[in-house]
Each structure stands twice: as structure tokens, then as C-alpha cells.
């Protein structure tokens, strides 16, 4: 058998080698590799490449072309149903295609010329080696042209104001290249910025330019404003461009978009005038007319602008209970005045949902598993207020000897019921405030009841935060404006407490009653956009900040409360956090291919307890390895510091931290089908800002922490069903903090029996 193995090995290369070039025919050549050059170090070569009209087959981490081989080890026979799939799990060889190749000669020589090379060549050469062929594409730019003077043709006072009173948003400079793109930007920008003061009817196709190029490789640029062509009685007059005010609003509430026959998709049961709104209800009036008016930005008397519809969109895309929102608009002629009535079509959605949740659990061998339910009512009280109540159910048989309980069980009950508010809610505040903010309000309160055979234990919370995005939701932002929660014990077994090393404070405050009152804003910032396109990089950064415990302190102060034994302040009886909290992770992603790319990832935190605590809660500490963090441990097994944890079962509390620190580089290559495979190099480790007994060795020091980050590397496993991502990683320690000397490059010595972790994860990593 082992020598099997050494021949498959060997015969691997030959049968890939094969398979890459059996299906192309005789006198064709299997495109096998693309090459763009450029003698202008100002024009990159990669940018030239994304106008090449024929790639050769994708190639897995940039090395092997999977997809094709296994096309390649199909046979000819399609009936069988093995070839079939092979096929279509596959793909078949790129061959090369001649005239393709002449297409991205000519569209690399075009792009060249739109940049201001108009005097560029591209040659084409190609090298053929057995059936497989190489395209080069070889591209001299010559001497550019650029702009030499710039007018501007506006025979419309009014305009020629608005495009030329801001000079520093002009795209056209003097000395720039003469680059076509962004000419053609300088178009879209001069029609947005008139289409947002009210010019309804204009489009970038009214501007034009003229260019003078008989100078050496200088350009006399002219851009012209063309009036409206309208034809009058068979001949051809032009009017001036104008604005146009609103003139009525129209809330449309029962739009069928599906109806064949355009005059039955929507029918007017209720006429309803609010505010200088018309508000068409059908047979359901679903939605507050409130509602309505308070997302809206068009209003009548306005002059038109693409800013206040795109906002409206933005508005009501956010009311849960909407299936289908559109806005049009229709010229009408009021009183000798050219204005626009505004039509909103709205079609409801389904208020109600119920969803089912099943899990399996196993924990050292001890098998669970969990039922959750969720109800949600998109419009409980018909302003698309959603109102989401979702019960959880788990249990898992526990083994082992519990204070003498044996084999008992562990079983969880949790609830939890909140409303979400379409606005910003906050008494005193004007509702021009609140529409401008555009937040939606969420209030919420939970409980939890765990039960195990040492105790039984309560956790029960409320909050109310805020959410809203800006910059076309490229920024997020969330407000913890108060969160708190509080964790009760009813119950324990004799002496469970006092069982506790006193001199354990991470232990012991993990199950003392406790109570958390803190505040939390997070910000989010993408350069990924809906509306974007072709974006090869793309970066995300979160940042969150925490309080907790300050406004409870300054209370007590005040008031002059007493100290308790353990020289605390308290709250109602139980003692509260007090801490600072901050965290921050940042992601960037290059995208080489639409299926290669790299994901780099950093990410640090740091919390501090101050005034009435002396160590935080452990629900806020942090800790690593995990699905999310150094892959090669299991979850809260890594660290702090150098501290090793024996036992897993007894250990995992002092396995926490204060500060964290996470670096990650993960290689992404889509194969087949859904799959797509992952190699990665994960480094980091947690740490505490304090001295604690029962953390050797965890504390954090400037001068050596980077010799004490963990690494690992690895192998993932995903499946994309562009809803969610199924992902499996096989994480593999490299360097282990917790051992001495050169032992700590476990890479060394490689036991994959104990240096192996698998993780099963929904989503990427990061």
C-alpha cells in the first residue's frame, strides 16, 4: 500500500498533463498563459490586462488548473453519468482563438489612445509548445497628448454658474492627460450636479466636446452645453434647458407591479390629505400616513433634485413591512408653469415570519443539542415597527462526578423580545432632527436560565441603541445609548461557593451576582457599495468603544454611599463594573482575479477595569483561538500570555485576557461549483494588564509580547451559497507560547493528532 501511494504521487503530474489537453483538437492550441508588457512604466500593465477578451483557465492558488483537469479526466461517453458530472463540475479548455486575440489587441490599443496615448501600437506574439500556446501583448505608448486650454461653451447664464462657481470640483486641468474617462466623468458630474438643482430633463448627453489636436501632442479642449432639440410643427426648434419645481406628492399604498394591465395595478378605495401629501389607500391601510410623510424628502415646492429621491429611497427601503418601492415622476402644467407631480408606488410585504433553528451540539463527548424559535411582525403597529420575540431551548448530557451529583445534565431556557423603530426616538426631539438622522431605535429585554448540577444561574438585560448608516451605507454607526444586564444566582450546591480558591477572583466573580451598566458605539466603514462595480480591493474597518459603570459611580459619590465589605459601591444590593473598553479590527482584501485574492486582517483590544472594580466581568474579557482567531487552538485554549491551561475543563476560566492582538493572511481560490479552498497563517495571543496568581505568566509586557504571539497555519474549506458561507478550517500550531525554548516551534516536530484543531464556521473569518 505504501508504495501505492508513491506511484500515485508520481503519476499524479502525468495524468493532470493529460487531462489538461485531451479534449483540444487537432491544429488548436489550449490557451495556456497571457502576458501584457508596456514600455511606459506611468501605465501599469495589470489595468491594460482587464481588457484582454480571452484568459486561459483559472488556476487554483495560482498553480493548478483543477477545474479543467477534472474536465480533462471525463470521458467521451455522455451517457454515463460519472463523465457527465465531471464535465460539469469542471470546465472545458480555453482554446485559443485568434480573431479574440486580434479583439484585445485592438481594445488595449483603444484604451491606450481613451488614456491620451493616441499614437500607441500593441503587437501580439505568441509561442506554441506542444498543444499549448502563450500570448504576449506587447504595447508602446508613444508621447501622450495632454489639455494645453480648457473653455467652456454655456450659452445659459445659470448653468455656466452652477458648473464653474466650485473650480477645486472641476475634473478638466490644465496640463492633465487628455484621458477620454475622464472626460466622460466631467459629463456625469456637470449632470448630477444639475439634475440636483432642479434641471429634471437633463442628462450628460447634452454636453459635448471639441478638440483641437492640431498642435504636437497638445489639446485645445472646448466642453459645450447643447440645448433641448423639440420639434414643432415638422421643423426642429431648441429650447433652453429649465428647472422644474414639485408640484403634488402621491402615496400609492396597494401597487401591484405584477398586473398585466397597467390601469388595474393599484385601486383607490381612500383619498387622504396629510400635511400637503395625497395619501391613495386601497382596501388595507397598512401603514400609518405618519409614516409616510416622515421618510419622504420630496417635498411640493421643492425644485427637483436626484439627492432628495435617492434619500427617499434610502428611507423607505428601511420599512421592513415594503416589498416594492418606486418614485416617478410626470411633467404637468400648472398655471402656465412647467412642474412635476410625484408619484411613491409602495407595495406590501409579509408582516409576519416564524423560523425554526435546530443545532447539535458535542462537547468532549457529552451530546446536546438546541431548538430556537423566532417570530417576527414587521408592522405591529402599522408604522413597519418590527416587533422580533425569539425562545431557545438546549441541552447536553454531562458526564463526571458533580459534588456528588453524577450524570446529571445541563439544560438552557432563554427569551428574548424587542421592538425596532423605523426613527430616531429620543423625547424632546424635533422631527426635522429625526428625519435627517434617518436611525432606526431598538428596544429590547432578555433572560436567561441556566441550570447545571453545581447551580442554577440567571441572566436578564435590556437595551436601547441606535442605528444608521451614511455615505450611502458605506458608514455604520451603532449606539448602545444603555445596556444593562444583571447576573443572579437563586441557587447552588452546599459549599459551591466557598469551594472556590478565594484567592481566585477570575472564579469566583464569574459566579457572584453582578450587575452591568454600560454604554457602546460602534463605527463600521467599507468601501464595498451596492451600487459599485469592478471593485478589485476592497478594505473594512470596525472600531467600537465601551463604558461601563461611570454614570452608577458618580451616583454613589454623590449620594455618599458606603463601601460594602469588599470596598465597593452597589446597586440596589449588588454590586456593578466599572470599566473602559476598545476595540478595533481592519480587514483588506486584494482581489488578483474575480477568483484569487488575499485577505489580510489585524485586529487589538484593550479593556480596563477602574473605580468599583479591580478585574472585569469574565462575559468582557476576551480570548483566543477559535474559529475567528488563531485556528490552530480550540476555542478559550490559548494564552494569556505564555499561562498553559491542562485541563480544558477546569482551565478555560483562567484562560482569558485583557488585551488581545490578532494578525491573519488567508490565500482564497475558488474551484468548483460552490467550493472554494483557503490556506492560511494566523499569529496572535491575549494577555492581562494585571498580575493574577492564577495566570502565570500572563501579563503584558512592551518589551516581549511579540515572542509570545501564537502561530498557526492551515487548510480551509468553504461552500458559498451567496446567502451564507459553510466553512470548515483545519487549523495547525506552528510556534506554542506555553512551551520552552526551541519545543515552542512545534513545527519542528509536527504530532498532528494534538497539534491539529478542525473548526466548523458560518461566514468568512474575517
Not at 335 to 340: C, D, I, Q, V
Request: charged share 25%.
Amino acid at each position: 500500500m505504501k508504495y501505492s501511494f508513491k506511484l500515485l504521487w508520481l503519476l499524479l503530474p502525468f495524468l493532470f498533463a493529460c487531462s489538461a489537453t485531451k479534449y483540444v483538437g487537432e491544429n488548436e492550441y489550449l490557451l495556456d498563459k497571457v502576458i501584457v508588457e508596456t514600455d511606459n512604466k506611468d501605465v501599469k500593465a495589470n489595468e491594460l490586462k482587464a481588457y484582454v477578451r480571452q484568459e486561459p483557465n483559472h488556476k487554483a492558488f495560482g498553480l493548478v488548473r483543477f477545474p479543467l483537469h477534472l474536465y480533462g479526466l471525463s470521458g467521451r461517453d455522455s451517457t454515463k453519468w460519472y463523465n457527465r458530472w465531471l464535465r460539469k463540475a469542471g470546465n472545458p479548455p480555453v482554446i485559443y482563438s485568434e480573431s479574440m486575440t486580434e479583439r484585445s489587441r485592438r481594445e488595449i490599443q483603444k484604451a491606450l489612445s481613451n488614456k491620451g496615448y493616441m499614437g500607441a501600437s500593441v503587437s501580439v506574439d505568441t509561442i506554441t509548445k506542444k498543444k499549448k500556446i502563450i500570448v504576449k501583448y506587447t504595447a508602446v505608448t508613444g508621447e501622450p497628448y495632454h489639455i494645453d486650454g480648457i473653455s467652456y461653451n454655456i450659452p445659459n447664464d445659470t448653468i455656466r454658474r452652477i458648473v464653474l462657481q466650485d473650480t477645486a470640483a472641476l475634473l478638466l486641468k490644465n496640463g492633465a492627460l487628455f484621458d477620454r474617462n475622464v472626460l466622460e466623468n466631467e459629463r456625469q458630474r456637470i449632470s448630477t450636479l444639475l439634475r440636483n438643482r432642479g434641471y429634471y430633463a437633463f442628462n450628460k448627453e447634452y454636453i459635448t466636446y471639441t478638440a483641437d489636436t492640431t498642435r504636437s501632442h497638445k489639446v485645445n479642449l472646448e466642453l459645450n452645453l447643447m440645448p433641448i432639440p423639440v420639434e414643432t410643427g415638422g421643423q426642429l426648434v431648441y429650447e433652453k434647458h429649465k428647472t422644474y419645481r414639485i408640484n403634488q406628492v402621491y402615496f400609492i399604498t396597494n401597487y401591484d407591479p405584477m398586473s398585466t394591465e397597467s390601469d388595474k395595478r393599484f385601486e383607490v378605495r381612500d383619498t387622504v390629505d396629510y400635511k400637503g401629501y395625497k395619501i391613495l389607500y386601497g382596501d388595507n391601510r397598512f401603514i400609518k400616513k405618519s409614516t409616510l410623510v416622515n421618510n419622504c424628502y420630496i417635498e411640493s415646492g421643492q425644485l427637483f433634485s436626484n439627492r432628495m429621491v435617492d434619500n427617499t429611497y434610502s428611507a423607505f427601503s428601511r420599512l421592513r413591512i415594503l416589498k416594492y418601492v418606486n418614485i416617478r415622476f410626470a411633467p404637468v402644467n400648472v398655471e402656465g408653469e412647467e412642474m412635476l407631480n410625484c408619484y411613491i408606488l409602495l407595495t406590501e410585504g409579509k408582516p409576519q415570519t416564524i423560523s425554526v433553528d435546530l443545532e447539535g451540539t458535542n462537547s468532549a463527548g457529552d451530546f446536546g443539542f438546541a431548538v430556537g424559535l423566532t417570530h417576527q411582525h414587521r408592522n405591529i403597529f402599522k408604522g413597519s415597527e418590527t416587533w422580533s420575540t425569539k425562545f431557545r431551548m438546549a441541552y447536553e448530557s454531562l458526564s463526571g462526578n458533580f459534588g456528588g451529583i453524577i450524570n446529571d445534565n445541563y439544560t438552557e431556557l432563554s427569551a428574548e423580545t424587542g421592538v425596532t423603530y423605523p426613527q430616531f426616538l429620543f423625547p424632546f426631539l424635533h422631527s426635522s432632527v429625526k428625519k435627517r438622522l434617518r436611525a432606526t431605535t431598538e428596544f429590547s429585554i432578555n433572560a436567561n436560565l441556566q441550570r447545571r448540577p453545581e447551580y442554577t444561574r440567571v441572566i436578564a438585560g435590556a437595551g436601547w441603541r441606535y442605528k444608521w448608516n451614511t455615505r450611502r451605507s458605506r458608514y455604520r454607526h451603532t449606539l448602545d445609548l444603555v445596556d444593562v444586564s444583571y447576573v443572579y444566582l437563586p441557587k447552588t450546591i452546599d459549599g459551591f461557593i466557598e469551594s472556590i480558591d478565594p484567592d481566585n477572583p477570575l472564579l469566583r466573580y464569574s459566579y457572584e451576582n453582578h450587575f452591568i451598566m454600560r454604554s457602546t458605539y460602534a463605527f463600521y466603514r467599507t468601501n464595498l457599495n451596492s451600487s459599485a462595480k469592478n471593485i478589485y480591493n476592497v478594505y473594512t474597518l470596525r472600531a467600537v468603544g465601551e463604558i461601563a459603570g461611570n454614570l452608577l459611580y458618580g451616583l454613589s459619590k454623590l449620594t455618599g454611599q458606603k463601601r460594602g465589605a469588599d470596598m465597593d459601591y452597589s446597586f440596589l444590593g449588588i454590586r456593578y463594573a466599572q470599566y473602559a473598553k476598545a476595540d478595533m479590527d481592519y480587514s483588506y482584501t486584494f482581489r488578483f482575479t474575480e477568483k484569487n485574492s488575499l485577505a489580510l486582517h489585524v485586529g487589538a483590544g484593550v479593556a480596563v477595569p477602574y473605580g468599583n472594580s479591580e478585574i472585569l466581568p469574565f462575559e468582557k474579557r476576551y480570548f483566543s483561538g477559535g474559529a475567528n482567531s488563531v485556528r490552530g487552538w480550540s476555542v478559550r485554549t490559548l494564552g494569556p500570555g505564555t499561562y498553559r491551561g491542562e485541563n480544558a475543563l477546569t482551565d478555560f476560566m483562567n484562560q482569558c485576557g485583557d488585551i488581545r492582538f490578532d494578525l491573519n493572511a488567508e490565500y482564497r481560490s475558488k474551484i468548483i461549483w460552490k467550493l472554494e479552498l483557503a490556506a492560511f497563517i494566523d499569529a496572535g495571543n491575549i494577555w492581562t494588564i494585571r498580575s493574577y496568581p492564577q495566570q502565570p505568566g500572563g501579563v503584558f509586557k512592551l518589551k516581549s509580547f511579540y515572542k509570545e504571539l501564537a502561530m498557526a497555519y492551515g487548510l480551509g474549506a468553504r461552500l458559498d451559497f451567496n446567502y451564507f458561507i459553510l466553512r470548515f478550517d483545519l487549523g495547525i500550531k506552528a510556534y506554542d507560547p506555553s512551551l520552552f525554548g526551541s519545543k515552542r516551534w512545534v513545527i519542528a516536530n509536527q504530532n498532528l493528532r494534538q497539534d491539529a484543531t478542525l473548526h466548523f464556521a458560518v461566514g468568512y473569518p474575517f
